[in-house]
């Protein structure tokens, strides 16, 4: 296994001047402990930039070089900065160093090119020339791992994505674990034992072909072997594709979620700018309304003098209508007199009329007609003016249009408040809007990134089903192939072509037991790190509830309750708890085996779990070192419960803002 | 280089396979391909070379026979 045996940091951050720390070559515990801000995360760092030379910040974006040297080197001109890290491997020792160092004729380095970076590593004391160099460091710690080794606390909780499909997180991770696992080098086995068996299957087909009893089954046999070269160099290149959109979305999404509150302004400004633009349509609609209302307001100011006179017109007309309505039914009683006496019968009551009722009769009529007289022309005329001036001034009062304008212009000035209210929010938005850029670029350039991410979203579907319908042709190939390759062996005779037949056969095995080996180690690996992750778990975990651990496909871990039911929802305190049995678990069952520097892992646990970790870190790897900051463990009680598996233990003292010194302690 | 200790378990379930399905198969040849590809997992080019050099000697011992 790798053990890191010292790290040397020389003008390098917040360590000023040269300063080692000896690890020891024995298992268990180093603790560096320093407050915030005197460089534990700056050591990560400086870990990784040793073995990857690269420097990421949190964010995960690559700091430049000139940033780099210690400041209060800097004033004094020393720009140059080095690390230098002692490892040993089984029993091969390595020194590897890298170093910055400003170009000549540079006297203040401005960026990375003012630099030159060296790199050595020596393999016990004989330098390494840089391929073999670049090969060592590859084998002893690949990049794709190093999450494993050297992780920082607060990235605990993105092991919780193992329990979700299809995230990018998840899947990256999941392909870390493949990695340290040791997967890889089964799926290259059975990839390059597929590869070979190709070959000697050619082979065969040659020999095959130049045979008259074999010849039109070889012949097939190539045309179908061309087809799935053909459709096999379509699925790389699909899947490379789809890979490559993988990136993208990936990209697409990062950009997306950096410029997140940007793109929240900007659908606020939308948003604002449409509320307001329908608010100012709905002021334009009761605006017509209250013109529409207003129009007829005069009535309202002339209504008293209107009713006035109307009663008086009213008085008037009701006489003279009462006088015409009395004139016509005596008119009409004349009439049916009249009648009675010119025919001496009664229509009313159909009875005959004699001479002395004829005369009463007679008499009656000359005495209505002295007594009632009908409306004069006069009172025609006047009967006629008055209904309709009646007419005209029942038009002419006002209806209640006082309430319904009361109404619109309540409305009204309910709309103004919230305009101006809205137009107030908008303004903020776009000031706040204008400290990030130009307003258009920035919808522009949002808007783009989103198309952007929708359509990679959707080239994304598309490719996963070209792979498949791909997967599928090459399923159809592969089984008419079997079938010609059945009825070739059936009539073939040829010594040769037996002998290339057995060829492809062992090759066929060897194959097999790859591809088979590929699906039984996987099941093997989740048996272990279910039970070697369930055992650190049940170690840490002080809720004695939670009784195991279960793995799925992904290698994320669920707890289970003693009740038998998946916890659904877990705190962020046990999800560092779970995410440190998987790193644990995935050591103990890695052919990769090396040490632990974890920063800060303690930072949402409760003392119970903080003690329990502790007595646990000496299970988790052969060499541990711990970044802790003061207090984040009680510091006696960690050398109790580590005893004599806590080695070494340094401390970061700060000597200024800019200087801190490593001290054993 | 990384102990080939570190890699038994994973040869111990091939070799599973290997003896109860495909005994023919040396399991040795086995180890060896496991063992080339362990070590050239930053070089696949290479890596397959070795792979084809191992089954091609193992396949000129049946041709011989």
């Known amino acids: ?665 | 280089m990384t102990s080939r200790v570190e890699i038994e378990e994973l040869i111990n379930v091939l070799e599973d396979i290997r003896n109860t399905q495909h005994p023919d198969v040396p399991a040795e040849l086995i180890r060896n391909i496991v063992y080339a590809e362990f070590e050239k997992q930053d070089d696949r080019a290479q890596g397959r070379k070795d792979v084809k050099k191992l089954v091609d000697d193992f396949l000129k011992t049946i041709a011989e026979a």
């Open chain 1, 1 to 665: 296994m790798l053990r890191f045996t010292s790290l040397t940091v020389e003008n390098f951050g917040p360590f000023k001047g040269t300063q080692t720390i000896d690890f020891t070559n024995e298992n268990g515990v180093t603790i560096i402990w320093g407050n915030n801000g005197r460089g534990k995360t700056t050591l990560l760092n400086i870990f990784r930039y040793a073995l990857f030379g690269r420097y990421k910040n949190r964010r995960g974006t690559e700091v430049d070089l000139t940033t780099l040297p210690n400041i209060e080197g800097r004033t004094e001109g020393n720009y140059n900065f080095k690390v230098v890290l002692k490892m040993i491997n089984d029993t091969t020792r390595y020194e590897l160093t890298r170093q910055c160092k400003v170009r000549q004729g540079i006297a203040v380095p401005k960026n990375n090119d003012d630099y030159e970076t060296l790199v050595f590593l020596k393999e016990n004391g004989s330098v390494l020339a840089p391929d073999a160099r670049a090969h060592v460091l590859k084998v002893i710690m690949p990049d794709e791992v190093s999450r494993f080794f050297l992780f920082d606390g607060e990235l605990l909780q993105e092991y919780e994505e193992l329990l979700l499909e299809g995230t990018e997180v998840g899947s990256k991770i999941k392909d870390s674990i493949e990695k340290i696992l040791g997967v890889p080098v089964l799926t290259n086995s059975a990839i390059d034992s597929q590869a070979v068996l190709e070959e000697y299957r050619k082979e065969k087909n040659k020999i095959a072909q130049s045979n008259a009893q074999t010849q039109k089954i070889a012949t097939q046999m190539e045309g179908l072997e061309a087809e799935k070269r053909e459709q096999n160099a379509e699925l790389e290149r699909l899947q490379g594709d789809l890979a490559g959109q993988y990136e993208e979305r990936s990209r697409l999404e990062g950009d997306l979620q950096q410029s997140d509150h940007v793109r929240t302004l900007l659908d606020r400004m939308d948003s604002l700018e449409a509320d307001i633009a329908t608010k100012k349509g709905n002021k334009a609609d009761i605006l017509a309304q209250i013109v529409a209302q207003t129009k007829d307001a005069w009535r309202g100011l002339v209504s008293y003098r209107v009713d006035s006179i109307l009663q008086t017109v009213a008085a008037e007309l009701t006489e003279l209508e009462n006088r015409e309505a009395t004139h016509a039914i005596e008119k009409r009683l004349v009439d049916d007199m009249k009648q009675a006496a010119h025919a001496h019968h009664c229509q009313l009551c159909d009875q005959d009329v004699d001479e002395h009722h004829v005369q009463a009769l007679l008499d009656r009529i000359g005495a209505y007609t002295r007594g009632v007289s009908g409306l004069n022309g006069e009172e025609q005329a006047a009967l006629q003016s008055l209904r309709v001036r009646k007419a005209t001034l029942e038009s002419m009062r006002a209806s209640s249009k006082a309430e319904i304008l009361s109404l619109l212009e309540t409305q009204l000035d309910k709309l103004e408040v919230e305009i101006d209210d809205s137009e107030r929010q908008l303004k903020a938005v776009r000031e706040e809007l204008e400290r990030h850029g130009d307003v258009e670029e920035l919808a522009n350039s949002t808007k783009a990134a989103v198309s952007a991410l929708a359509q990679c979203l959707k080239k994304i579907e598309n490719l996963k089903e070209g792979i498949q319908l791909t997967k599928n042709k090459l399923k159809e190939i592969e089984n008419a192939l079997s079938t010609l390759e059945a009825k070739l062996n059936r009539v073939s005779t040829d010594v040769d072509l037996l002998r290339a037949g057995k060829k492809v056969s062992v090759c066929e095995q060897i194959h097999d037991i790859f591809e088979k080996g590929i699906a039984a180690y996987r099941d093997k690996l989740k048996t272990d790190v279910e039970r070697d992750a369930t055992e650190l778990f049940v170690g840490i975990s002080n809720d004695p509830d939670y009784v195991r651990l279960k793995i799925n496909d992904n290698y994320g871990l669920s707890m289970v309750h003693v009740s038998g039911e998946l916890v659904p929802l877990r705190s962020a305190g046990f999800e560092h708890v779970v995410a440190l049995s998987l790193i644990g678990a995935l050591h103990k069952n890695a052919p990769l085996r090396g040490p632990i520097i974890m920063d800060s892992p303690f930072g949402r646990l409760d003392p119970d779990h903080k003690r329990n970790i502790t007595k646990s870190l000496p299970n988790m790897s052969e060499q541990i070192v711990l970044l802790a900051y003061t207090h984040e463990v009680d510091e006696q009680q960690a050398r109790e419960m580590l005893a004599d598996t806590l080695r070494k233990e340094y401390r970061l003292i700060r000597y200024s803002s800019f200087h801190t010194e490593i001290e054993a302690q």
